[in-house]
């Protein structure tokens, strides 16, 4: 199946099983904004447990805070939101389309990388087991001007941005002859700036009101309260705080489904070292969270790191965890070394001390600083887009059959287990009932009677449901049930009393936990 098709269904059956609706739907939606139904929210709010514990309860130097939205306008100015938060774009003058310059170039280096992996997947496919990768790549001529493409356009690309040379930017577009994908022309308007920000007014009146922004990054919450939890937590460096929460820009081009959205929500952490081991902590950060994500299952090669050659000016290290998306390798997750740029902002435009006195160093001073910054909404994205897969499967009279189902780790699933009697009769309803009534308290379970049994699995089997429990008759008899696995298909024979037990040592959020710290 074409991958535009296999994303195609995957947003619908996102819809169609109460995942994620098109925000105020019935107003025909607002663009780039999303709501998250019945078991969208259950599902965000396991990731965000998973994330959440992985930092504060697995590190005694990482606390937790919740800041406002709403800061103090100077934040934004010092913060360089005000002046530099902005994405350059660039009209089709036929389509009527607008772009990211950046993200039209981004693209034709994708272009080129893809003719490259091409290139070296058809060597693989020759050689077989005797392939040499990094010779091929060497030496093979093919290869090997593409690369010299890539690094021209990387170089040129990086100057323009850094310059901010708007001009640049846009003969970049018009010498690669990058053409708009909806028209296939290239008549480009000139480059512009837009600020990403959101504005709005707080006060009564007009005159009293001041200018504040909804914050387009939940970072700014954590370093300004630096000192106040640095100092009632009693920290001592190196530190950590984390924060979840919502964040907002104004995208120029919206797209992807909750890939990029004008509302969305971030998981951020930032950790105050002290200056000259940054590149350090980098280096251990970048590894934790690679951790993080291949521990829930979906394969390492579906992951991988993108370092930046361009850094922001106050940057002096920063890589991407990029995962293989339907439509290709994007970014889920930012990691940067900060310097001791925003603290330093802060000192600067509040007037404020922003240091931080070492007892064995016998000194003070602005910490530096790394960033982990990754998007709820994408790791959401990356899950189920992982996640569900139509299988084909043969029945046992040799007919083919399929099913839609979600693969989701079992300690994400926002449904644990569905309980099932298997007719609407003697006593099986009860019976379920009863389990429910004690199970509940440590899973979310699910009570359904209605069609047939194989209807019912195949209903759990799409919400990503791990366990199906089926009271039968012999329930009656000798306190046992089955339960189905979703995965495999392959039913079991339990008692009800080991149900707990079973289901519990599979489903929590501790065994991922755990898996960080023991592998
Ligand atoms: P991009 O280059 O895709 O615009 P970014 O580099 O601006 O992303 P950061 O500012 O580093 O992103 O934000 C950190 C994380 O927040 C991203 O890795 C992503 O997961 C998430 N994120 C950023 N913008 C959006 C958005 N518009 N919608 C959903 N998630 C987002």
């Given at each position: 199946m074409a991958q535009e098709d296999i994303f195609k269904k995957l947003v619908a059956h996102c819809k169609e099983y109460g995942y994620i609706f098109p925000s105020s739907e019935i107003y025909d939606g607002l663009s780039a904004v999303y709501d998250y139904g019945q078991y969208g929210v259950e599902l965000k709010n396991n990731i965000k447990k998973y994330w959440w514990d992985s930092m504060v309860l697995l590190n005694e130097n990482i606390v937790g805070i919740d800041s406002a939205i709403?800061?103090?306008?100077?934040i934004w100015k010092a913060s360089g939101h005000v002046d530099a938060f902005n994405d350059p774009l660039i009209d089709?003058?036929?389509?009527k389309k607008r772009y990211r310059a950046d993200v039209l170039i981004e693209e034709q280096l994708a272009k080129i990388e893809d003719k490259i992996s091409k290139e070296v997947e058809k060597a693989r496919l020759r050689f077989?087991?005797?392939?040499?990768e990094k010779k091929f790549r060497e030496t093979n001529q093919r290869v090997l001007a593409n690369q010299t493409k890539i690094d021209e356009l990387n170089a040129r690309f990086s100057k323009a941005m850094n310059d901010n040379d708007l001009a640049g930017l846009r003969q970049i577009i018009i010498d690669n002859e990058i053409v708009c994908p909806?028209?296939?022309?290239?008549n480009w308007t000139e480059v512009r700036q837009f600020n990403l920000m959101f504005e709005t007014e707080m006060g009564a009146t007009s005159e009293g009101a001041s200018k504040v922004y909804l914050r387009p990054e939940t970072a700014q919450g954590i370093f300004v309260n630096f000192l106040n939890v640095q100092k009632t937590g009693r920290m001592k460096i190196p530190f950590g705080i984390a924060q979840i929460g919502k964040a907002f820009r104004n995208e120029i081009v919206a797209r992807l489904f909750i890939f990029r959205m004008r509302e969305f929500e971030q998981m951020e952490m930032q950790f105050f070292v002290q200056p000259g081991l940054e590149l350090d902590w980098f280096r251990h950060w970048k590894e934790i969270r690679m951790k993080w994500h291949t521990s829930l299952g979906f394969?390492?090669?579906n992951y991988r790191f993108h370092d930046h050659t361009k850094l922001a000016h106050y940057a002096n290290a920063a890589t991407d965890i990029e995962f293989r998306f339907p439509f290709g390798f994007r970014e889920v997750e930012g990691i940067h070394s900060r310097t001791d740029f925003d603290l330093k902002q802060h000192q600067n435009f509040s007037g404020k001390k922003m240091q931080y006195f070492d007892p064995e160093k016998g000194e003070s001073y602005i910490p530096y600083v790394i960033e982990t910054s990754i998007g709820v909404d994408r790791m959401f994205l990356q899950i189920v887009s992982a996640a569900l897969q139509e299988e084909e499967l043969k029945k046992d009279d040799g007919t083919l059959d399929s099913r839609v189902v979600m693969r989701l780790p079992s300690s994400l699933a926002p449904v644990k287990l569905a309980v099932m009697p298997?007719?609407?009769?003697?006593?099986l309803p009860e019976i379920a009932e009863k389990i429910i009534k004690n199970l509940r308290f440590d899973f979310n379970c699910q009570y359904d009677d209605k069609d047939s049994i194989g209807r019912r699995y195949r209903r759990q089997d799409a919400i990503g449901t791990p366990y199906c429990i089926t009271i039968d008759h012999q329930t009656i008899d000798d306190n046992s049930v089955t339960i189905r696995y979703r995965d495999s298909m392959e039913q079991e024979r339990v008692k009800i009393s080991q149900l707990k037990d079973i289901i519990a040592e599979k489903v929590s959020i501790s065994g991922l936990l755990k898996k960080l710290q023991n592998e």
């Open positions: 709403f800061m103090h306008p100077t089709n003058k036929d389509s077989g087991e005797d392939f040499d909806v028209s296939g022309s290239r394969g390492e090669e298997l007719v609407r009769k003697d006593g």
